[in-house]
């Protein structure tokens, strides 16, 4: 299939662009020339190729949940900018009207 003109200024058209008459003939032939990469694609034989969403084989890496104690309130507390009792003071985020 061969992209014409009338393609591209479709295209443009559809997007809300506007392109001169030599950009219009730049994008045909970039066109084609990408529909016939695609041509030399579709000729190989991929019968016995399995599908793939990654080239390589991807693994997450997750650590095992160990529980721990905590520091403790008046240690974590001591770098805080400001404190009520044994919480962190905040600026309030949301304001009423």
């Given amino acids: 299939m061969k992209v014409t003109i009338k393609d591209v200024e479709y295209i443009a058209k559809l997007a809300r662009l506007e392109y001169s008459d030599d950009e219009k003939e730049t994008f045909t032939g970039q066109?084609?020339?990408?529909l016939e990469y695609i041509d030399k694609l579709n000729e190989v034989n991929t019968d016995n190729i399995e599908p793939l969403s990654h080239v390589i084989e991807l693994s997450n890496v997750v650590r095992e949940d160990e529980v721990k104690p905590s520091l403790p309130v008046d240690e974590v507390l001591k770098n805080a900018p400001a404190k009520t009792g044994t919480f962190f003071k905040v600026p309030k985020v949301i304001g009423g009207t």
């Fill in 31 to 34: 066109f084609n020339t990408i």
